[in-house]
């Protein structure tokens, strides 16, 4: 099996943002699944990037409660964010 490069990467974010669009149609559809079917490493890339959907979502969801604290608690820092998103990248 072939490493998942970063072309590969850039591939599945763009299925992930086609896929999520409200003008996602047939065409798309029958374009994705050719491509993940393709070759293993589009169905390994795109397992990654829904795990790592559903983690920004659950991120999303802990920024949001974290903003609707009362403003006397410190906010949060990104950072923590950036090398969270980070560590992503390097799989």
Avoid: C
Avoid at 10 to 37: C, I, M, Y
Avoid at 44 to 54: I, K, L, P, V
């Amino acid at each position: 099996m072939e490493k998942i490069n970063q072309n590969m990467v850039h591939q599945t974010l763009a299925w992930v943002v086609r896929l999520r669009s409200e003008t996602v149609g047939e065409a798309d559809l029958a374009g994705f699944a050719e491509w993940v079917s393709a070759l293993d490493n589009h169905q390994q890339a795109w397992g990654n990037a829904m795990e790592t959907w559903e983690t920004l979502g659950v991120v999303f969801y802990f920024l949001v409660d974290q903003l609707l604290v009362a403003d006397t608690e410190p906010k949060h820092n990104n950072l923590w964010l950036s090398k969270f998103l980070a560590s992503f990248r390097s799989h």
